[in-house]
Structures are given as structure tokens and as C-alpha cells.
């Protein structure tokens, strides 16, 4: 197995990144929703900024300042840098990127490692344009601080958009369980932070920023954005999207942890969440 | 081993010894099948699609929020905020054109 990696990785490069993602940050902090990132969650902290999103502290002194005079995004929920428990090997670790350049076509374009703090972007057979940077740090950023990726997770409590609101549990599976198995929670935090970054990218093309990245008009991402997008249209994304994710499901299970135990650990344990019977 | 006891076991091992400091021989091990392992991972991929699927995908389409708002749709809007975001990872896939209502 090593060896056949070994080969098809033999044309990688990782690129230094760091000016790049200062100057991409610029922009997406300059947005209606990224100037309410910046405020109601990082408290334009320039530390904060560049713990939690990468931005080197020369520049995150100047970016904070101008995280002000714009209206809260409805997509925000307001915390401060106190609430943030980001999980990490070493503690207040800042956030990194990699740009790995590689001739092997990889599943995915970008991941976010949680433990890690690490952001890859991998992009193939030619180098990532700078729209297209911004594009994906406008996705990374919407999937660090994605909210809804695990409502099992006890942060879930903290928000109010979860509490009581789950009126009937159909089947056999607990819904909160079945919506954080990584085959369905990631197509969710995708389909999530797509929005984010339309909104964001469609704000700096039309403010001439940024080029359109030829993505941003693509009909199928356009009506999965958009409010024609219901239940049988998020049912039909997650279908096909776990189509991408089985080849890899089982790693992404291993990465799914709840605070104290791995998540897989709880399969087992599911049970009939409807009534009671009284056998 | 069963199917169960893969899932309950190997994801565990996996993660021990995933970082390696080395992102592309750890990206490598993520999205590359070790051939070694194909039974093992053929007997999760059995459990996901046979046994949880048909339980999950029930659950996940058939529930609704007291004010009828459905799960999926409650799902689909953002929310960012400093909290349960210790978690907070995962890839980004270009989706292509699939079936739509």
C-alpha cells in the first residue's frame, strides 16, 4: 500500500501559502458576513484572528480594525473567543494551511483537520487561482465554525436553535445520532458553508474584488443554495454524496469523536427512541 | 472479526497511528485504502449501507421540529458561532450534477 502511494504522491508540492491567505482574509473580513465573524464571534481580536483563522499577527492587527459598521449576519450566532472550545493536541495552537499541489486527483479539494488546527487545500495538475483561494477560505471558514456539525456533542447545548425543538424522532435511530455519522454530517456541513461562501464570494465579485469563480454559477450549486432546495433535494445530496464519502468511511468514523469517546462507540447503543412498549 | 466488531475496533487504531507529522503520508493513509486491511474495511462499508443506513436515512427524513419545520431543512441553514466547534472538520466536495427535485 505504501509503495503504490508512494508513486502517485512522487509529483506533490506544498507551496508557501501565508501572503496569500492574509490578503484572501482581507476580503472575506470585509464582507457582510465576515465583518460579523470577525465581530460577534472573534470579538475582532487580533489575536483571535489569528488563532482561529491563520491570518499573521502583523496583519491581523490591521484587518481587526476594520471588523466594524456592518449589520450582524442572520447566519451568526454572537459568542466570543471565551466560548470557543477548539479541540487541539497542543492548546491554543494557531491555524495553518497547506497548499499541496499533487498529479494524484484526491476526493476532496480542502480539509479541515480538527485536531490539528490544520487547513489542506490540494488542488490538481495546476495551481490554485486566487478567487479560488479565496473561495475555499471563505469554505473553510464557514466549516470551523459550523455550529450544527455535531449536535451530539454537549457545545450543542449552549445553542438554543437545538433546544426542544425536536418534536417527533421517526424510526428506530435517534435523528441526532443518524445526522453526526460523518457519511450524512459532512455533506451537511458542505451543503452549510456552501451558502457562506456564495454569499461571501457573490458580495466581492460584484464589488469587483475578485474574479467569478466559474463554480459560482453552476446551476446544480445555485438551486442547492437556494430555497428551492428542500427535503427531497438535501435527501437526494446526501445520497450521492455518501457515494464519495463510502471509500473513505471508515477513517472518517475513526475521526468523529464525541468529547470522550469515539462516536463509533456508540452504535451499539442505539435504541427505538418512539414510545415505550409495554412489553 | 464481525462487522460490528470492526467499527467498534480498528477506526481506534487507525487514529493511534494517523499522525505521523507527515501530511501527505497521513493524507495518503486517510483517502487510500490500505490493501492489507480490504476485508476489514469491506465488512464497515457492509454494516454502514446494510445495517445503519436504512435506520439513519428514516430518522433523518422523517423528523420535524415542533413548528413543522423539517430536520433536513432546520439542517441546511448556517449557523456560525464560537460554540460545538471543537468538532468542527471535515473535507470539501464539489458535488456534480445529480438528481434534483
Not at chain 1, 459598521?69 to 477548539?86: L, M
Not at chain 1, 486527483?105 to 480538527?114: G, H, K, Q, R, V
Not at chain 1, 458553508?193 to 454559477?217: C, K, R, T, W
Not at chain 2, 467499527?7 to 505521523?20: C, D, R, S
Request: charged fraction near 20%; hydrophobic fraction near 45%; glycine fraction near 4%.
Amino acid at each position: 500500500m505504501l509503495l503504490a502511494i508512494n508513486v502517485a504522491w512522487s509529483a506533490t508540492t506544498e507551496m508557501p501559502i501565508q501572503l496569500e491567505v492574509d490578503r484572501a482574509f482581507a476580503l472575506i473580513l470585509k464582507t457582510q458576513i465576515g465583518k460579523s465573524i470577525c465581530r460577534d464571534i472573534l470579538g475582532a481580536d487580533a489575536n483571535a484572528l489569528t488563532l482561529y483563522l491563520g491570518i499573521s499577527p502583523a496583519r491581523a492587527a490591521e484587518i481587526s480594525q476594520g471588523c466594524v459598521g456592518s449589520e450582524a449576519s442572520e447566519w451568526v450566532y454572537p459568542s466570543s473567543p471565551a466560548d470557543i472550545r477548539k479541540l487541539t493536541i497542543q492548546a491554543a495552537k494557531p491555524r495553518r494551511y497547506r497548499l499541496v499541489h499533487s498529479d494524484e486527483a484526491f476526493p476532496i479539494e480542502s480539509w479541515t483537520d480538527a485536531i490539528s488546527n490544520e487547513t489542506t487545500i490540494l488542488t490538481h495538475k495546476k495551481p490554485i487561482s486566487f478567487s479560488r483561494l479565496v473561495q475555499t477560505l471563505a469554505h473553510e471558514t464557514a466549516v470551523y465554525f459550523d455550529s450544527k456539525s455535531h449536535p451530539l456533542h454537549p457545545g450543542a447545548q449552549e445553542l438554543p436553535h437545538w433546544q426542544g425543538l425536536i418534536a417527533t424522532e421517526a424510526g428506530k435511530m435517534n435523528p441526532l445520532l443518524a445526522v453526526s455519522n460523518p457519511l450524512q454530517a459532512h455533506t451537511l456541513t458542505y451543503l452549510r458553508a456552501l451558502q457562506v461562501e456564495f454569499a461571501i464570494m457573490h458580495e466581492l465579485v460584484s464589488a469587483g474584488l475578485v474574479a467569478a469563480p466559474n463554480d459560482l454559477s453552476d446551476e446544480y450549486l445555485l438551486h442547492l443554495v437556494s430555497e428551492r432546495c428542500t427535503v427531497t433535494c438535501i435527501e437526494q445530496l446526501i445520497i450521492n454524496t455518501r457515494a464519495i464519502y463510502m471509500p473513505f468511511g471508515f477513517p472518517l468514523i475513526a475521526f468523529l469523536r464525541t468529547t470522550e469517546k469515539p462516536l463509533v462507540k456508540l452504535y451499539p447503543l442505539f435504541r427505538p427512541v418512539g414510545p415505550k412498549s409495554n412489553g | 472479526m464481525t462487522s460490528q466488531q470492526v467499527l467498534l475496533t480498528l477506526p481506534i487504531q487507525f487514529m493511534k497511528n494517523q499522525f505521523t507529522g507527515d501530511v501527505v503520508a497521513d493524507l495518503s493513509r486517510f483517502f487510500f485504502r490500505d490493501q492489507g486491511q480490504l476485508s476489514d474495511y469491506e465488512k464497515v462499508d457492509q454494516f454502514l449501507k446494510m445495517d445503519l443506513w436504512p435506520l439513519e436515512i428514516k430518522a433523518i427524513t422523517e423528523s420535524r421540529f415542533a413548528n413543522g419545520l423539517p430536520l433536513l431543512e432546520f439542517l441546511k441553514r448556517p449557523l456560525l458561532s464560537g460554540y460545538n466547534i471543537a468538532l468542527a472538520s471535515g473535507p470539501r466536495v464539489r458535488v456534480r450534477p445529480g438528481l434534483i427535485e
